[in-house]
């Protein structure tokens, strides 16, 4: 099947979109670059992610009304699909897809917008700093008395895994408040009572950190949404992180596929391509399979998140865990089917199968999507 | 596509309404006890029915009587059809849509004019492709048809013809040269099933059913006028013909699984979980129901892009195979999962009503049937050659030509 969209009438621009990702990323995050960056510092790499900005990438998502050029998900899913293929950063995701998607929710304050959504536009990274959905959100936040009435709060607790977070200017952390209520809150990551530590995941592909904060002051002003505004606020990271993660993994995948079918084309056994064994090619169909199938799941879910459709959530946890558990199934065969070589760690195999695998979990896990999407679709009753 | 859909909403309520009116809720359990003969003409008749209301052949040009409708009505016929659970035109399926495929492809203006329309008056098909010594190698097939004048003698033995004991006519590949490499000495007749020296024996399945039949032919005659296409054509033309049933013929099954997870929602609702909990209670058997429900649409999905492709391009591609291979074992992983949750009850031995599809509700027997698809029209071991070698360019296994 086609890599292309749609019969409607901007699927063209989007087949361009695609082509031209992928020859900028061939250009200038090839192989040898991903390479070097693996054994390397924690550092973003912020050559790449100029040539991103001076792309306009990250004013994608953002409104218009806010310098962006206000596209819905099918451009930025597109865009993340390349990232994947191409094994690079991840600070597209965090900043211009997450974080321009929690500033743009409806409650979030007009003058938070102002401020935020045109500096993610012009290539400042902000992130969000989220406890793993289901999981206990670590981070409390106790209410002062603030400017003009208003009560700001204090926030304490570390989250531990947040991508991308050394390379961010700001920080919207999700908390509790004493009484159990929600709050996003926007820390600067120039405070001094906020701490960011590199960690290294087995994805040595992006770029993670915990974020630690020592009783942070957020001002009225930099509360970013409250109670049922915040749980709102908190489901559109989710929705965007999820259906980013599932075209992320879906690009990874067919990365995966293009390699087995490559190396089944040139290694030889038995005096023949080991691709015209049976056992070996009903394999790659398999693969092949997997990836044309999680491929329409993400472009269902791109199609419907981010223009107000009340099924998108269902649609995302659908493409999530598919895609996400397909193309870490289609990686591991990735290491499995090129044999001892694709086990070492000069071969990008591995790469592919930890990308898969965070993939799969970061924005909820699988079984967190399955079953926010079994209440959702499957009768109790 | 989807927009599309929506505009239609007039034509919707129409087909929803004429299936209140002509689908008759115990359709089922009327054909659960009934004999051949009933069921057979059950078939008929509810084929008729659905032809007085333009809905028999959708995907039809109006020169030859069909509705010529466009690719968005067809799929709203069928999932307003699948919705109101109305019986397949099962028994008409072979004609509708592999000799329609088929001669408009290949067929000489006579050809159609006789053919054709009587498909919409009833006249029944089946095909003769398979053999017993040609199953995935369909083209080592050995029934051969000599020149005789104006005519054909016929000579072989053909298997898996679908329907045949209620054919009237044919669909049969023969060879007419063996002495050139085996694609290139085929040719595609159209047999009468009356004609003398056919017979016909049904075959028992696995399921119970005896749909599948036997094909004898003895010095059968066909006259040359029944060939169709060019002699030792007919290999290529069989193509057509096999991409008919993996085209947009599955968008009906796609639907209709929808439906069929419907089924299963509805056994869930009356099982129990081990412990005795509601089953849509239990957090393992809902995790295993919304991994279905997932796949279901996954399936319509990738039949809706299939689909989108063919309009674009033309003609059915080899990604068709996947859709083949993903439908026949979603359905045999759904129907797996009803026969799990029902227990034991389902093992008590039920007849399963013709006409209905691959999903009746009668889980086991619906199961059992499930290997029907993944052997059927190519096993999905050859769709997944087909996959491997059209779709991503693997070569060929050293010895099969």
């Given at each position: ?5 749609s019969?409607s ?22 192989p ?5 960056r ?88 902000v ?12 981070v ?32 919207m ?43 942070t002051?957020?001002?009225p ?37 293009d ?40 472009e ?12 998108a ?35 990008d ?33 | ?95 509708l ?32 492709f ?32 679908s ?6 006519w ?63 054509d ?13 085209g ?5 099954l ?31 058997i ?90 059927a029209g ?20 050293p010895?099969?030509d």
């Amino acid at each position: 099947m086609s890599t292309s969209t749609s019969t409607s009438d901007d699927a063209i621009d989007l087949d361009e979109l695609r082509e031209s990702a992928r020859a900028f990323l061939a250009r200038w995050c090839d192989p040898q670059r991903v390479r070097s960056r693996l054994e390397g510092g924690d550092d973003v790499d912020a050559e790449l992610w100029g040539r991103i900005v001076d792309l306009g990438w990250p004013a994608i998502a953002v409104p218009e009304a806010y310098g962006g050029a206000g596209a819905g998900f099918r451009e930025l899913a597109v865009i993340v699909q390349e990232l994947g293929r191409a094994l690079a950063p991840g600070t597209f995701v965090s900043s211009a897809v997450v974080a321009a998607a929690a500033l743009s929710a409806e409650a979030v304050p007009e003058a938070l917008k102002a401020e935020w959504l045109p500096r993610i536009a012009s290539g400042d990274v902000v992130v969000v700093a989220l406890a793993p959905p289901g999981s206990p959100v670590a981070v409390m936040a106790t209410a002062v008395a603030g400017a003009g009435g208003h009560d700001g709060v204090v926030v304490r607790g570390t989250v531990g895994v947040v991508a991308d977070a050394a390379a961010a200017v700001a920080i919207m952390v999700e908390a509790v408040d004493d009484a159990g209520e929600p709050v996003l809150a926007l820390v600067e990551t120039a405070d001094t009572t906020v701490t960011v530590r590199p960690v290294r995941m087995a994805d040595l592909t992006r770029r993670f950190a915990s974020v630690e904060l020592h009783s942070t002051v957020v001002e009225p002003d930099r509360v970013l949404a409250r109670g049922a505004d915040a749980v709102a606020a908190v489901g559109r990271i989710v929705d965007w992180g999820a259906a980013a993660m599932a075209a992320d993994a879906l690009g990874v995948g067919e990365r995966v596929l293009d390699g087995v079918v490559d190396y089944a084309r040139q290694r030889v056994q038995f005096g023949r391509v080991i691709g015209s064994f049976q056992a070996y090619k009903h394999r790659c169909a398999d693969l092949l399979i997997a990836v044309e199938s999680a491929r329409v799941a993400v472009e269902d879910a791109a199609l419907h998140l981010g223009v107000g459709d009340p099924d998108a959530a269902a649609r995302v946890s659908l493409a999530k865990s598919y895609t996400g558990d397909g193309m870490a199934t289609v990686a591991g065969e990735g290491v499995q089917l090129h044999g001892g070589i694709g086990y070492t760690w000069e071969h990008d195999s591995h790469l592919f199968l930890k990308r898969a695998k965070l993939d799969q979990v970061l924005y909820g896990d699988s079984r967190w999507h399955r079953r926010r999407l079994a209440g959702l679709r499957i009768p109790t009753a | 596509m989807l927009a599309e859909l929506d505009v239609l909403s007039d034509f919707r309520g129409e087909v929803r309404r004429w299936c209140e009116a002509n689908v008759a809720p115990g359709w089922r359990s009327a054909l659960n006890s009934c004999s051949e003969d009933d069921a057979v003409a059950f078939q008929r008749a509810w084929f008729m029915t659905l032809h007085e209301a333009g809905y028999a052949a959708p995907h039809w040009s109006r020169e030859w009587g069909g509705s010529d409708s466009s690719l968005a009505e067809q799929i709203v016929l069928f999932q307003e059809l699948s919705r109101a659970d109305a019986p397949r035109a099962s028994l008409a399926f072979i004609g509708l849509f592999h000799t329609y495929a088929t001669l408009i492809h290949a067929g000489t203006n006579e050809q159609k004019q006789r053919h054709l329309p009587a498909v919409l008056d009833g006249t029944v098909w089946c095909q003769g492709f398979s053999e017993p010594e040609a199953g995935s190698d369909l083209a080592g097939l050995r029934t051969r048809a000599v020149r005789d004048g104006g005519r054909y003698v016929v000579n072989g033995q053909k298997i898996w013809s679908s329907g045949a004991a209620h054919a009237d006519w044919c669909l049969l590949l023969a060879r007419t040269d063996p002495d050139v490499p085996k694609r290139k000495g085929i040719s595609y007749f159209l047999l009468d099933m009356r004609t003398p020296g056919v017979e016909v024996r049904p075959i028992r399945q696995a399921s119970g059913d005896a749909e599948f039949c036997e094909l004898f032919l003895n010095d059968v005659v066909i006259p040359a006028e029944n060939l169709v296409g060019a002699e030792n054509d007919g290999w290529r033309i069989a193509q057509a013909t096999l991409s008919a049933e993996r085209g947009p013929a599955i968008l009906e099954l796609a639907e209709r699984m929808r439906t069929g997870f419907e089924m299963v929602l509805d056994t869930a609702r009356h099982c129990t979980a081990p412990g005795g909990s509601p089953a849509l209670a239990d957090p393992e058997i809902r995790d295993r129901l919304v991994r279905c429900h997932t796949e279901v649409e996954v399936l319509n999905l990738l039949c809706l892009k299939m689909i989108e492709n063919l309009l674009r391009r033309g003609g059915v591609g080899p990604e068709a195979s996947i859709i083949k291979t993903y439908y026949s074992e979603l359905l045999q992983r759904l129907t797996e999962l009803a026969v799990e949750l029902s227990g034991l009850d389902v093992h008590v031995l039920a007849s399963k009503p013709r006409a209905s599809g691959w999903i009746s509700g009668e889980w086991l027997v619906d199961h059992i049937t499930s290997w029907e698809w993944t052997i059927a029209g190519g096993t999905n071991e050859i769709q997944r050659n087909l996959i491997s070698e059209r779709v991503l360019g693997l070569p060929r296994e050293p010895g099969m030509d």
